[in-house]
């Protein structure tokens, strides 16, 4: 189909690049990949069902294309749309195998990739409750209330009297607090 700006089709842009010196019309090969990169990417949705896929498929058939046309591979510049089609079948048939590849290696060595499970950790309830209660009684009440409770800092500060940010700083205290004596940092 002519282009009627340039006044030039496909395979005419094809033979140029194909005669010239590699790299030495850039102007025809960024025509080329201009009129066929969108039908390409097309065709990439329809196979790979992703759109990075299919640009990733366009860029690579783009840049086989190129080459191959500089490399004076193509024979019959009138099938160019056929010879760019070929090239993309065969890039997304590797990506498939590779794909299968991929599947079957995690199949039979996924296992040993994985850490050992690690064993559940046993919790202290007496330690706890112990710790807890050497807790000064301000950090233990707002602990309770907002661990227990499930009470959020501001209905804490309104029942306690206290701003919420105090409400915060005695939380945190007292979760340090909690957290040394049960890990046994101190007691």
Not at 9 to 20: N, P, S
Not at 30 to 54: D, T, W
Not at 131 to 151: I, K, N, Q, S
Request: include cysteine; charge should be negative; proline fraction near 6%.
């Amino acid at each position: 189909m002519p282009d009627t700006e340039t006044g030039s089709d496909d395979a005419t842009l094809a033979r140029r690049v194909c005669e010239a010196e590699p790299g030495t019309d850039a102007e025809a090969e960024a025509e080329l990949c201009r009129r066929l990169a969108p039908r390409v990417r097309l065709y990439g949705l329809r196979h790979l069902g992703n759109e990075a896929a299919a640009v990733d498929l366009m860029q690579q058939a783009m840049l086989l294309m190129v080459e191959r046309l500089r490399a004076g591979a193509l024979r019959e510049p009138e099938r160019l749309a056929s010879f760019v089609f070929g090239i993309c079948r065969m890039l997304v048939l590797d990506l498939r195998r590779g794909h299968a590849r991929h599947e079957r290696l995690l199949e039979t060595y996924g296992g040993a990739l994985l850490p050992p499970e690690a064993p559940p950790p046993v919790f202290d309830h007496e330690r706890l409750a112990h710790c807890l209660e050497c807790l000064p009684e301000r950090e233990r009440t707002v602990l309770l209330l907002t661990f227990y409770d499930e009470m959020p800092a501001a209905a804490l500060a309104n029942e306690l009297k206290l701003s919420q940010a105090n409400v915060r700083v005695i939380r945190h205290r007292g979760l340090e607090r909690l957290r040394a004596c049960v890990t046994g940092d101190s007691e």
